[in-house]
């Protein structure tokens, strides 16, 4: 059998391999573009919205957790320090444009990510999931005791404002398709770290972490870069969502939400890209349909019954489990 | 060699045994028997499908069908922990040391299945490097003394059927030399022994039988004294 | 009187008292989930909803079968381990050798129900529990006046948590479940039923659970969600002390409990918050924990 | 070249809780040569290997490379060095194919490795030479394979392989040929010495025939210290040598000593 | 006229979480009750009740109440348990001029700083709390106060009225400590506020705090030393749940109390026949302003917001919940509140019977002057 192939075919296979699964990611890309486009004529925007900023949430907290391979417990700090931010320059700055509060939220978030990872990144396994719980908690105290943040009644009436001082944003479909826009660009970003030649250092870190460095990486520092565009897009998230709401409240710094990601992910499937979407979608939808309806007193109990069937019979997760499936019986 | 009064006796039985890990079926249907008293080897190429023929054995394969009996038992039933109360020992390749438990916690940890094993100085004295190091962490050994410590805990339990897998592998050539003529006191004790092996030289002069094993099947069965008349279709499965 | 920080003396010795006996139940909780997480690699989020079973059960069972404190202190663990051993039957067994965060996120959502369900039927008030007349009043130490129960408590979870760390690092079963749960198949390649282990220890982990909770009913508000925000507390602390290491939990407990006892004294807003604090120092670093072995 | 020894140790010491596994050993490494590192097991070799790529640190000495001395630089800094090593437990990426487990290791000379804007299909330039090199240690096959589910063997070639791939100056190999059947073991050796031209291999091997067949310079380490250094032929000459680690049967074939001889020469 | 031909409310409260037994699926309950004994229609419009959850989250209750409002047409939002829920539902309320009946949260803020001219406060805020409780334990000679206060907003505000009420007496606080919320183990603050030697012990904190601090305070012998404890927020169901054996004695402010008249005991008849439990303030607060609310479309054959509001405000407030209540332009319903005592174990008849009302606090003694608003509908 030796004689039946040749490096070169090979080679050509590969590259066509690659350009067929990109051009299956566009008809996905696509058709998930034109859904979201439709979305607010059929659902309503700011629960469409809310949607949105819990998947950018999801899919930066699964750019570290299902391609790196490091389970942050810590991705609320950075939610809610966006939310703050941007919730306080915009209340108390007047002058200061929607999308400059935004991106100050995203620094904020961005510089707090860098001294998360640097106290963290040489931890191993569960004691650095540990750790950016601790660091987080400690982020949480800070919020609870500040007075700007307004405690436990939380920060309320931020002003939405103008997009670059043009477009009005209290209306509800300028300012969905505002975080649509946000929400593509993002995506589209993490689907190209993930397959940049940085993202298959990261996956070859999250394999065989000291092979790497004996390859001669560096990994603290892929890891930290990591760690930082995901701090970043968890931040651009919340300060999206103060907008979004017009609060910010405590609720986005408690560990809780730290954990509700992490579920989040894993009911979508992690360490797929559509994932995180689909699972951030599918939480917030469960827990807010349910909470109107006839069940509202069980949602918690319904939720952990979720839980337990995903990881029971669903383990891959919605979108996992659903790749499985095409690629069984569609080859 | 020396005859064994049990010599005909059945240790194990295997037929049409095959083995899957998930999807992947491994083993296509194979047959063997050891006597009891006797060593015979698996031979093959890597990936043959050897390891597994014994992981199938303990019942640590994804799944199998076919027929395995030991001491005229049927185990297919079996979970692993039975089948090791049947007098089984097992070495495994990827050695299975404990980073927490030392070297003698290591070494004492598999319950006695039966009377009759080696004692713990006993023990000692055949590898004096545990000896020494005893209280230190299992899995800080260099990787032959890891070696030498996963075949010798078996020795203590008194199996009478031992699975040993590649137990050379990485060890100085004093060491295998002294496995050697262990091996050949076990099984003048009368135990029966299936050896996968790389190391054909170790195995060859030890051995009653081989078993040539490829593509998850046995293609070849050789004893001892048609050695030098098999040798070429040896050397030709062997890619030697 | 003798001050220290503006602090007297005698207030100080106090607070360090309390802070032991607050320790020792923060022992006894993280003893069982090092126990659940050191020998079967389980995240066990459903430790603070085992707490808190032992306490409602404890509760439950005086109000319909007028079971007493001394009985309920045996039943309510065994019965509650035995429910543990029913979720690791049923449930854990399946997503055995998967990735860890596979078992977070079951016994996640098993607190989820088992908290939820409660509240429908309990209410979130708090369930009445007096406490057993032995234990009414105490003495006072000069210094501070010391309650019998909690002195009670001390010692008996001293007693327990010594009992728990002997078995699992000086006996071969401790020996046993150590390895199993490094290479469980190997393991039962030896002879060893590994299966009836893990659910045994699985069922004792959670027993040591709800044995804290037991302690806990008649000096706590026993509530269906009592239990959940104590859980990262406790996680926090196996984690100081080395996740695996069953000493390292125990003693790491008390620490943290005295710890957080002078913090109540010298900064009280920050009491929940000091230990997170401290273990982002220690594993900056200890980086496995003051008593975890380096990988 | 100015210096006649790529890599030097000077009175090297590695202590484990009172246990000392390293003694004052004084490796000299010449340019171009294939060195082996022997001994029993337990010897201090793995360890050996561990202090020069910074694994481990070291309680004493120092190592100097082309006459600068590392000892205070990290893992991946030595390796950017172009000193690469193998492990003796075999180590690949799982989920990756064989031929993107070569592509990372390409990925270190490449410079974009932080480049997370930058197109996947950048990364297809590198293919060709990451079939050259699968196709070196036979695996070009495999090219798509995903790693798991290639056997042990093909592992170990895998990871040669990506080794290789580093264009390290100095390669060292933690006993290249274990777990491998003879026909692998001859493609290794073959390997090793094409891969040798114009670098030097510094390896651990317990099989003495590849020992014999490869090695230009041997050190022999015992508990710790260096028990002699030569060639093959000084080595196995010495009676030192034959009792703790090659025993009766010094021929440089790895084995036991035959029970009855003929099998043994039937078996050749 | 009435939208739609139907006056919809919108009930969202805690179902499931910490505030759930204070307000949660009973109160819904009690809206009920209000509905059917309005006689289920109003001048033939029909009275539809939708319900959530909120989650305790501000966002969740957001996205629910702007979908009651923008599309399901919802008139009036009921319940309204935690702050941060209140005052985020309050502002959406506001945008699209709908109105809002908070009935279970203390934050004095929500009628003060965010006040809207949407919403109407109804059962109680922290002022009186402090004002009835505070000045009558300083009154019969509690003069030294050491307080534990939640680390909260809420237990801020609570502290802050506290001092001003006991400084104002005369008396004094001696001491204060701030405690985690929540916290479980209160021993080492108990002991150290037996340490200060202070005559009463204020518990500023609510819920699951107050509880485990009152258990702790009665098991270090608080009361027995001689030390006076003061709860500044404790509802029917904490008191219940920690029963009469160790809360007797304590003090406590209400608006209300089932056991007060023949017409509080008969509707709370019917309220434990409907729930098995007897009825906290918060949930005769929402039978008594759900009543209110119709009674005032009825008046005025309108459902718009502003119109009802104005035609509550202009009447006064007399049923089985408050005595002329009335409602200010800041939103607040001022009305009567009572001192109590929770009654020892021999003077308690059965699990309900649990205080004794000392005295009734007028209600322009009890709430926050409108002179110190800081309401922006107030002109000061
Ligand atoms: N856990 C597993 N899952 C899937 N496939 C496996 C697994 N373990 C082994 N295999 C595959 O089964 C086949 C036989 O493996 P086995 O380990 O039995 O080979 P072997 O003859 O012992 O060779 P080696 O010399 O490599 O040990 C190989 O192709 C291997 O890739
Ligand atoms: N981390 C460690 N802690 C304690 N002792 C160790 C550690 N690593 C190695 N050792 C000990 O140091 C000695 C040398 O080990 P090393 O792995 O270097 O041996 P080796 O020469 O590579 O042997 P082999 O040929 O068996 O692989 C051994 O006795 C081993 O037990
Ligand atoms: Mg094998
Ligand atoms: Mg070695």
Redesign the interface.
Known sequence: MNQTFNPASIHQAIVEQQKAQDRKKMIVNGVLLLLLMAAPFVMYPVFLMKILCFALFAVAFNLLFGFTGL?SFGHAAFLASGGYTTGYLLSNFSGLTTELGILAGTATATAMGLVFAL?SI???G??FA??T???A??V??FFV?SEFTGGEDGMHGIPRGELFGLINLEDNLNMYYFVLAVFIACYLLVQRIVSSPYGQILKAIKQNEPRAVSLGYNVDRYKILAFVISAALAGLAGSMKSVVFQLASLNDAH?HMS?EV??MT?VGGMGTLLGPVVGATFVVNVEYQLSQGPLR????????????L???AF?SGIVGELQKFMRKNLG | MSSNPDREYEQLRMSGLHAFYGESHILHGIDLVVHRGELVTLLGRNGAGRSTTLKAI?N?VGRRTGSIMINGEETMQC???H???LGVG?C?EHR?I????SVQ??LT???V?RSGGMSLEEIYTMFPNLYERRFS?GTKLSGGEQQMLAMARILR?GANMLLLDEITEGLAPVIVEKLGEVLVALKNKGLTIILVEQNFHFAAPLADRHYVVEHGQIVEEISANELSAKQSVLDSYLGV | MTMIFGV?L??LS??LL??I??GA?YALLSLGLAVI?GLLKI?NFAHGAMYMLGALVTVVLFDLLGVNYWVALFVAPVLVGAFGILIEYF?LR??AG?D???S???T??????????L??IY??????Y??PDLFK??INLGF??L?Y??AWVIVVALLVCFGTWFIIEKTKLG??L??G???S??M????????LLVSLTYGFGVMLAAFAGVLAAP???V?P??GS??L?VV??VV?IGG??SIGGAIITGILMGIIE?LT??FY??????VI??V??VV??IR???LFG?E? | MSEQYVLETRNLVKEFKGFVAVNDVNLQIRQGDIHALIGPNGAGKTTVFNLLTKFLIPTRGQILYRGEDITPLKSAAIARKGIVRSFQISAVFPHMTALENIRVALQTAEGSSYSFWKSGHSLHKLNERCMELLESVGLAEFANTTTVELAYGRKRALELATTLAMEPQLLLLDEPTQGMGSEDVDRVVALVRKAAQGRTVLMVEHNLSVVSKLCDRITVLAQGAVLTEGDYQTVSADPRVREVYMGSDGSGERGAQAPSQENVEAAQ | AISDNTVKIGYLADM???????AGPNGLAALEMAIKDFGGKVNGAKIEVVSADDRNSPDTSSSTVRRWVENDKVDLVAGLVASSVSIAVSKILEENDRLGIVSGSAASSITNEHCTPNHIHYVYDTYPLANGTASAVVKEGGKSWYLLTA?YAFGHALEGDVTRVVEANGGEIVGS????F????F???I??A??SGADVVGLANAG?DT??AI??AS???VTQ?GQTLAALLL?L??V????A??AQGIQLTTGWYWDMNEETREWSDRFMKETGVRPTMVHAGIYSSTLQYLNAVAATGSDDAQTVRKQMMETPINDMFAKNGRIREDGRMVHDMFLAEVKTPAESRDEWDLYKILRTIPADEAYRPLSESKCKLVNN
């Open positions: 389970l106290l040489r931890r191993q569960i004691y540990m750790v719980l601790a660091l908690q400690l949480f105290f005791q560990w954990g992490i579920l894993l007193d069980w949602v918690d109990p319904i939720l952990g019954g979720i839980f337990v995903t990881v029971l383990r | 303990m640590m979970a692993p922990h089948i090791a109360r097992y495994p299975g404990f980073s927490s438990l916690e290591n940890l598999p319950p299945v962490q339990t | 007297p005698a207030v106090g607070q309390i802070g006996i607050n139940f997480f995240i449930l399946r997503i998967q860890h965060i596979y977070l996120l079951l996640f959502g098993v607190a989820l129900i088992i908290q939820g369900v509240t429908n209410g979130v008030s708090g369930l009445r007096s406490m009043g105490g501070m006046f309650p129960y909690r020996s046993y150590r390895a749960t490094e290479d198949q190997l039962q390649g030896f002879g060893i039923n590994v299966p000096i706590y508000s509530t969600v009592m925000n104590i990262i996680f926090a984690v996740m695996g006892g109540k004294t009280p807003p920050a009491s929940s918050a997170f604090l273990m982002v594993l900056m980086p496995a924990g072995k990988a | 499931s979480g910490t505030y759930r037994d204070l680390d400590v701030r405690h985690p929540p916290t479980q183990d021993s080492s603050f002991l150290q037996q340490a699951a509880t485990n258990t702790t098991e270090f012998g030393s509802f169901t904490d219940h749940a920690l029963g054996e160790t």
